[in-house]
């Protein structure tokens, strides 16, 4: 039985089933290398550094924290205190805070080990961020490494909430202050925000339940979130082909540096080294004297208190927001506090968010390996440069009343400046840091075409003075003309050949935005190249 063709089939298109196989496919590492772990090899920059050290960190944070679990008694219920540390003794104090001054005062290296694990928790985020813009500077959350960038962003929000709920453990004035502002954020929410609140604290602020259910959340769900996502970024790096920076030899599908044996033995010592410095901060450095502030009273508010670094953002946005309240229906919507929520929130999904934005303006789906030099992506590298600048600028409002009293100047005048600093700083920093990314292209055009400059002047036969210029390396050329340059996309390339759409046209103005003339130095070509040489060998 034979059949007939009568021509070429019709295109097939795939199914929702398989396109996001597909998708899953690329992104986990199927296509990857097939070699295994001890014949990998893994590219040697100080830069993925920072990602290790954020993973020492967790570790040295997962085994102080049992440790101190031991000794800690997560309850709100009162107790006198009868330990070693004398202006607090015959108090009324919680469980919670006299079991925390128990593990400063009368464990044997308890103190050390609360030290050590606060400033455990601040290293792991301050490595989390710091490793978070290494990726996004050097475009290392591409495709196919979407998932990668996932993973690190949402480690970093939760090292946030961690340190948040185990900050507030120990039942201090200082902590009691910040749940304070938390819970009138939670109320400020419409609708919800005093379920929420009733659910947290089990009853009316400050509750009963807080401390414990804050340690469930501290010492369990989060670490073990933590965990899964640590563990999911070593999969996806094993299976995947690790990024690395452009130089000779290295293109998409190779890879240059350490084999594993000595790439495993420099992280252990590295380990090590990390421990050890967080020993050393642990052993000398104070941080956070529960004893000097005190058990928390509702009725009781500190000055000058402050919470962690990483938490700057949120309460500077909450000290410089104006007391704006708005009545609507009647119910009132607490501005003051909703709004810095939601700019707070919104702050850190316009990070998490960024490369479904790129992909989408520039129209690049391929994958990469080589990672790129900041600036050869002027308009990317400006905007974590404002990205961060808004960061600095909260901060300053985190610490507003401090700087008032130390600088000798007004609150009003830090609080104003801090609300202008907001909308006026990160114009400023986007425009510089294009600007120097710019001028940095220019300058590496120059050496392309001119050499680089040796210092030496050298008279020439009719009395000219001019400086010899020493003519760039095969590789420090190839260094510096690797990285491609794009074209902006158009709104006649949707494929239909039919009228754009306005969302085709607004991909249109931003691809222009991101890879127009005014974005990019024109890389010299091969012929302007050879002759510039060749007039200078004449």
Known sequence: ???????????????????????????????????????????????????????????????????LSLYFHPSSEQTVYNGSYAPLRGQMVSEAFSSTLDISFDVRGGLLIRQVHHWSALVLAAGLLANLMRV?????????????????????????????????????????????????????????????????????FPGDDLV??????????????????????????????????????????????????????????????VAGVLFILGAVAQINPVWLYGPYHPNQVGAGAQPDWYMGVADGLLRVMPGWELNFWGHTLALD???PLLAGVGFFLALGLYPVLEAWVTGDHREHHILDRPRNRPVRTA????????????????????????????????????????????????VVTKRAALGLQRRDREKILHGRETGTLTRLIHGEYVEVHEPL????????????????LTAADNGSGTTPTRTQLLRARMSRGFHGEATQVPKPTAREYRQINDRHHR
């Open 136 to 204: 996004f500077f050097t475009g290392a959350f591409r495709k196919p490494r979407e998932l990668n960038w996932t993973c690190a962003f949402l480690l970093l929000v939760l090292a946030m909430f961690a340190g948040l709920t185990g900050y507030d453990l120990p039942d201090d004035g200082l902590s009691g202050t910040g749940l304070a502002i938390v819970n009138g954020t939670i109320l400020a929410t419409p609708i919800v925000g005093t379920y929420v609140s009733m659910f947290l604290f089990g009853g009316e």
């Open 1 to 67: 039985m034979t059949t007939e063709e009568t021509g070429s089939p019709e295109p097939r298109h795939p199914s929702t089933g398989e396109r996001v196989a597909g998708w899953a496919a690329v992104r986990l590492g199927r296509r990857g290398p097939g070699k295994s772990l001890p014949h990998r090899v893994f590219p040697d920059h100080w830069s993925f550094l920072l990602a290790e050290i954020a993973l020492c960190a967790f570790v040295v944070l997962l085994l102080t924290g049992v440790y």
């Open 337 to 339: 506090n909703f709004l």
């Open 383 to 430: 905007l974590g440069a404002a990205w961060l600048s808004v960061y600095a600028v909260a901060m300053v409002g985190w610490a507003n009343d401090l700087i008032a009293t130390h600088l000798h100047v007004s609150i009003n005048v830090v609080t104003w400046a801090v609300r202008f600093g907001l909308f006026v700083v990160p114009l400023i920093v986007y």
């Open 212 to 273: 414990a259910r804050f340690n469930t959340i501290h010492i369990l769900i989060i670490p073990a979130l933590m965990a899964a996502l640590f563990a999911a970024l070593v999969f996806l790096s094993s299976r995947l082909q690790r990024p690395q920076f452009p130089g000779p030899g290295r293109t998409n599908n190779n890879i240059v540096g350490l084999p594993f044996s000595t790439y495993a033995v420099k992280s252990a010592g590295f380990l090590a080294m």
């Open 473 to 488: 390396s095969q590789a420090q050329l190839y260094a510096l003309t690797q990285h491609e340059q794009y074209t902006p």
